[in-house]
C-alpha cells in the first residue's frame, strides 16, 4: 500500500495514525508521552460529552412491549422481554467508546446482561460464525460472534446508574467496546446467528466489516 522503505513493526501503528492525521489534516489529540493518549486509538481524540449519531429516528419503545429475539443457528432461540433480561445477573463493567468519527469517551459504566450469558442461554452451534442485529429504526450491523465472547461486550440497559435514554439507544443497545461505535447497535430487536457474513447498514456503505480501532478499522 505504501512506497519506500519497509516500516519496522513498532512503527507501523503511528505511521498509520500520522497518515490518517494528514489525509484529514487533523492534529494528534495528544502527546504520545500522554498516558491518556495511550488509551486513544491512533486518530481518536477524547471529548467529555457523549454526542447522539444515528440515522436521525429515535423510536419510541414501551419497555412493557420491548422484546429481543435471538434467532439463526442456535439450539435454543428465544424472544427475551426486560424482565427476562433482568431475571440473568447484571452485568456492570466501565469501557471506552471509539467512534469512527474520531471521537472517544472514556470510562462509561454500561449495566445490562454480558453477551456471555445470552450466548450460554441459545447455544449457537458450530456453524453460527456470524451475528447479524437488527434495530427499530432499520439500522442493521454485523460482527463475527468472537466479539460476543469478548468480556466487556453487553447487552445494555444502564449507563452511569442510569436507565439507557431514548438518544442513546434505550431501552436496550447492544455494547461492543473493543470495536468502532457503529457496531453497537441502539434499540436492537434481533440477534441472528449465521454461517454467512452478511454486510449491515454502514458495512455496505464502505465501514470496515470487522471495525478494530486499535488496527484503525475504519473504511474498506
Ligand atoms: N439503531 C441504531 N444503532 C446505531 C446507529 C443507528 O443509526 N441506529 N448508529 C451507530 C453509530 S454510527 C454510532 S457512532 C453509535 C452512536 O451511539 P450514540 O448516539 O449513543 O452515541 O450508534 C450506532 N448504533
Ligand atoms: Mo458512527
Given at each position: 500500500m505504501t512506497d519506500g522503505p519497509p516500516i519496522p513493526a513498532d512503527r507501523a501503528k503511528l505511521v498509520a495514525a500520522k497518515t490518517a492525521w494528514a489525509r484529514d489534516r487533523r492534529a494528534p489529540a495528544?502527546?504520545?508521552?500522554?498516558?491518556?493518549?495511550?488509551?486513544?486509538?491512533?486518530g481518536q481524540h477524547r471529548v467529555r460529552d457523549w454526542p447522539v449519531l444515528d440515522l436521525g429516528t429515535h423510536p419510541n419503545l414501551n419497555p412493557k412491549d420491548w422484546r429481543l429475539s435471538v434467532e439463526g443457528l442456535v439450539a435454543a432461540p428465544t424472544v427475551l422481554s426486560l424482565a427476562d433480561l433482568e431475571s440473568i445477573p447484571p452485568f456492570e463493567v466501565t469501557a471506552d467508546i471509539h467512534c469512527v468519527t474520531a471521537w472517544s469517551r472514556l470510562d462509561n459504566r454500561w449495566r445490562g446482561v454480558s453477551t456471555r450469558d445470552l450466548i450460554a442461554e441459545v447455544?449457537?452451534?458450530?456453524?453460527?460464525?456470524f451475528v447479524i442485529v437488527k434495530s427499530h429504526d432499520g439500522y442493521t450491523t454485523n460482527l463475527s460472534v468472537d466479539w460476543l465472547y469478548e468480556p466487556d461486550s453487553l447487552i445494555a440497559t444502564h449507563w452511569e446508574g442510569r436507565p439507557l435514554t431514548r438518544e442513546h439507544g434505550g431501552p436496550v443497545r447492544l455494547v461492543v467496546?473493543?470495536?468502532?461505535?457503529?457496531?453497537?447497535?441502539?434499540?436492537?430487536?434481533s440477534i441472528r446467528f449465521v454461517a454467512q457474513d452478511v454486510k449491515g447498514f454502514w458495512e455496505a456503505r464502505g465501514y470496515h466489516g470487522v471495525g478494530d480501532p486499535w488496527k484503525e478499522q475504519r473504511y474498506g
Open positions: 495528544a502527546r504520545p508521552s500522554d498516558p491518556e493518549s495511550r488509551r486513544l486509538p491512533p447455544r449457537p452451534r458450530d456453524d453460527a460464525r467496546p473493543a470495536l468502532y461505535f457503529w457496531k453497537s447497535a441502539k434499540w436492537i430487536r
